[in-house]
């Protein structure tokens, strides 16, 4: 789930609500793809949605979709599961959140 539509390279009107862990809902304002890392490497279906604090992304969604991730202490990593090839990192910040740095081209 994302809050920033300027994040998207493609998206589609959708409406509907979303729920959270403490029982609250938000307004889903779209769907579409995002860029993770690289032009080529992006992540399908992802909701765009009203008043996110930080933008979300599922671990089983990403793996869904071909990605491999792995964690340790300081960060997470997102490889493409038929190459290895690494297409982003998260790193960690307090709180366990995982910040995804969308911008530039990871290196292997």
């Known amino acids: 789930m994302y809050e920033d539509q300027r994040k998207f390279v493609s998206l589609k009107k959708k409406g509907g609500n979303v729920a959270f862990g403490d029982d609250s809902y938000t307004k889903i304002l779209g769907k579409g793809t995002i860029k993770l890392g690289s ?3 992006k992540a399908r279906k992802v909701l765009l949605v009203e008043d996110l604090k930080h933008n979300l992304l599922s671990v089983n969604k990403i793996c869904d979709q071909g990605y491999n991730l792995t964690f340790d202490s300081r960060k997470c ?14 790193k960690i910040r307090p709180n366990n959140i995982y910040i995804l740095d969308v911008k530039k ?4």
């Open 39 to 41: 032009e080529n490497v």
């Open 77 to 90: 990593k997102i490889r493409e599961n038929n190459l290895g090839r690494l297409v982003a990192t998260a």
């Open 105 to 108: 081209r990871e290196k292997t």
